[in-house]
Structures are given as structure tokens and as C-alpha cells.
């Protein structure tokens, strides 16, 4: 009968699906809205892994919602919205989204062809893939100063970092500038963006976001090479199943058995397959490592009739256990972390941790991890939710917090506008004293 009725209201209310900057206008109506907001917040009660750890009542902000979010003026505004409420659940691993492009391609979103990173309170360029940008004289270690007008910190907080979901300070602080982040938004739009070069120069660019992306980068999301005193570097950039390539790393892994000392590089790697992970620290272990206990809501209608409190599944994963089809690494090792090492990286930082494997250098972690479920929202917007809580090998928690390295090590500017390191530096000092 519930079914049947959730059914009948769909189909009263249904209108045209969302889809993000189509329209300026509300195509979905107040009922729809009402409809999909209840959904959310329906679900995040049954799903959410840190329910129980919210400070306020849920179902109370829920309601609060609704006036302001059912009379928004455009589909836009209602998802930005709706993002504004699930962010404040604070966890990195639950936000909405449009699952439906605009019918005109150049609306959709997408950022301007370059690749960005905040060191410290500055914002640069670090890849450049348009000759349009490179041509206006955009390239590496370029500078960012303002967009539209606005400081680009002040900007990527004002714009970005609100509807960004988030489980710590670092991970909003840094990831709204990391990578393509900064300038996402419809690609008709047009942005000034006021840059300086390496030799001081500002210089601006405007343009719409439909830039060519006609400079193909080739580099791999893994390489490895050997620094001075015979000292590895492997670089790990994702563990998505697309960019990890285990065949790849083991050609690798012959070369990486050659070395005294190995530093394993996963900053601003923000995750993927977390069995990438396994597969990966499985080389470097020569004890199995214990893996920490994770739990996740579970709901019975009949235990919720006698009013029993919430019930959860808990599990202990088998240990991982080392390599035993080939030589395991066992000379020394430090690894490389900073606030954008994200969800199943985390998971070889706790790994890496718990076999007590080597240093790690760098800054806190991004600080989420789990498993989300995906939920259709109907209406053209989806959503994920979290469904576990994960702790590490000694049943403390990261979530929320980030790992925590043993030596903190910032980048530095000045170096890297030398093209240099100053983290990667700090952990060849650190290797060469061992």
C-alpha cells in the first residue's frame, strides 16, 4: 500500500527532470520539491553510518527547510540548496547531484582547461590543457588572483566550498582549489581571471569555460623514479579502477625491489577501489596487517514495532596479508599525505599505520572514508549517502579528524616555483639519516 501511494504522488506531481543549468527558471514546483527534499532527509535517517553522531535533530531542520527551499526561484537555486542542508551532515562521502545534463552542451558544467592547487594562502596553475590559455600565457606556476573580480580565496569560499561536501577543516580549506574544482560551472559562462606569472607579470583572461582541451596529457596516474642515493619515488595518484593499472605496477614493482629506500607519494590522491589499496601495501608487509572494525545502521520493522534502539551490523575484515607470489619489499619506507588524500587512500594510510611500515610526512588527511549508497532522488537529482563507519587498525577513529602524519611538511612556494618538492626534500633528507 505504501508503495502504491508513493507511486500516485510521483505521478501527480511529475514534471520535467532537473537538469543543472538548463533553465533560470523553477521548472519543478513546490509539491516536487517538498517531495524530494522528504526523500532525502527520509533516507539519511535509515542510511547515514554517523546518524547517531549528529548534534541536532535532523527531523527538525528537515521541516525548518521547507519554506525556503520549496520557494526557490530556479532549479539551480533549489539544489544549491538542497546541498547547503545535506552538507550540514559534514561527512565527505554524502552530497546530491543533477544526474541529467542540459539538452544544449554548453551549459554543461565544466571547468576552464587547467589544473589548480592552494600552497599555503596562494592558488597556481599546475597543468595547463588548452592552447587558447596557453597561447594568453597561462602556464605551470602561474598565479591566480582574482576571479570575477573577487580575492580567489574569497571566491573559492563564497562559491565553492558551501556546496562541497566535507568531514573536516583541511579537506575544505584545500580540495574547493585542488584539481579542476576551483572554476566548475556552466561552460557559456564567461569568467575574468586575473593571473601572474613566475617573473611578476598580471595578466588577465576572460573567456567562456568551452575551451578546447586540444593538449593531451599523457602522464600516468602511477610512475616511479630513482632520486639521488638510489632512493624510489613511486607517485600513486588514484586508485580508481580506470587510473590504477595493476599489470603497470608490477613492471614497476621489479624495477621499485632495485632500490635502498622508497618514499610512496599519495597526496592529492583522492581515492577509488579500496582492494587497489590492498593489492598495492600487500607488497610492502611481511606480517598479515589486522584491518580495523567498520559498522553500518541496519533497520527491522518488527525490532522498530517494540521500539528497540537502532541496531548495527559490525565486521571485522580478514587481515590483509603480504605478497606471496613475489619478493616483498621490506627496506625502508616513508609515505606522503596531505589534505586532499581522500576515502580509499586513507584506507592504505591506515594500513600503512597499522603494519608500522615507515613515517608519514606531509599534513592531516582528508578524513573520510566508506561506502555510499546511491539513491535516486527522482526529478533528475541523485544523491550518496554513507553507509559505513570505518575505524583504523587500533579501533580509533579518522573520520571526521584525518590521519595524522608523524612529521608535518608543507609545500613550500618558492620551491615549487623552482619546480622542486619541499615534502618530497623532507623525505630523502629523512631516508638518507636512516
Not at 611481511?286 to 518488527?302: E, F, K, N, V
Amino acid at each position: 500500500m505504501k508503495k502504491i501511494f508513493i507511486l500516485l504522488f510521483v505521478c501527480l506531481f511529475i514534471n520535467k527532470s532537473f537538469a543543472y543549468g538548463e533553465t533560470g527558471k523553477a521548472e519543478l514546483n513546490a509539491p516536487t520539491k517538498a517531495y524530494i527534499l522528504s526523500r532525502f532527509c527520509t533516507e539519511v535517517k535509515y542510511n547515514f553510518a554517523f546518524y547517531d553522531k549528529l548534534n541536532f535533530n535532523w527531523d527538525s531542520l528537515c521541516v525548518a527547510s521547507i519554506p525556503s527551499l520549496t520557494a526557490t526561484s530556479s532549479d539551480e537555486d533549489f539544489l544549491k540548496g538542497m546541498q547547503l542542508l545535506c552538507n550540514q551532515l559534514h561527512d565527505g562521502h554524502t552530497y546530491i547531484f543533477p544526474m541529467n545534463n542540459p539538452k544544449n552542451q554548453a551549459d554543461w558544467i565544466r571547468p576552464f582547461p587547467m589544473k589548480t592547487k592552494r600552497i599555503g594562502d596562494r592558488v597556481f596553475v599546475t597543468d595547463v590543457y588548452s592552447s587558447n590559455l596557453q597561447q594568453s600565457g597561462v602556464h605551470p606556476g602561474c598565479e591566480i588572483i582574482e576571479i570575477d573580480g573577487e580575492n580567489v580565496l574569497d571566491y573559492g569560499n563564497k562559491h565553492i566550498r558551501p556546496h562541497l561536501a566535507s568531514s573536516t577543516p583541511q579537506w575544505a580549506k584545500y580540495k574547493p582549489f585542488a584539481e579542476f574544482e576551483l572554476t566548475k560551472d556552466k561552460g557559456s559562462k564567461s569568467s575574468k581571471i586575473l593571473f601572474k606569472n613566475k617573473k611578476g607579470k598580471e595578466f588577465t583572461v576572460e573567456s567562456n569555460r568551452n575551451l578546447s582541451w586540444d593538449l593531451k596529457k599523457d602522464t600516468p596516474s602511477m610512475s616511479f623514479k630513482v632520486k639521488e642515493d638510489n632512493i624510489g619515488l613511486l607517485t600513486v595518484g588514484s586508485f580508481q579502477n580506470s587510473d590504477f593499472n595493476r599489470t603497470y605496477f608490477d613492471e614497476l614493482y621489479d624495477e621499485i625491489l632495485k632500490t635502498d629506500a622508497l618514499i610512496i607519494d599519495i597526496r592529492n590522491n583522492s581515492g577509488g577501489n579500496s582492494s587497489h589499496a590492498d593489492y598495492l601495501i600487500s607488497h610492502f608487509i611481511h606480517l598479515p596487517i589486522p584491518q580495523g572494525t567498520w559498522s553500518s545502521p541496519m533497520y527491522i520493522a518488527a525490532h522498530a514495532s517494540w521500539n528497540y534502539p537502532r541496531e548495527w551490523y559490525m565486521q571485522t575484515p580478514d587481515p590483509i596479508l603480504p605478497m606471496d607470489e613475489k619478493e616483498i619489499y621490506q627496506k625502508p619506507i616513508v609515505l606522503l599525505v596531505n589534505a586532499t588524500t581522500f576515502s580509499s587512500a586513507e584506507n592504505f594510510c591506515v594500513l600503512f599505520k597499522g603494519a608500522k611500515r615507515g613515517k608519514i610526512i606531509g599534513t592531516p588527511t582528508g578524513g573520510s572514508t566508506g561506502n555510499p549508497i546511491f539513491i535516486d532522488l527522482g526529478f533528475g537529482l541523485g544523491c550518496c549517502i554513507c553507509t559505513k563507519h570505518e575505524l583504523d587498525t587500533d579501533g580509533n577513529e579518522f573520520i571526521g579528524i584525518g590521519i595524522q602524519p608523524d612529521i608535518v611538511a608543507e609545500e613550500d612556494i618558492n620551491t615549487f616555483l623552482n619546480n622542486g618538492d619541499s615534502v618530497i626534500e623532507k623525505a630523502l633528507d629523512f631516508l638518507r639519516s636512516k
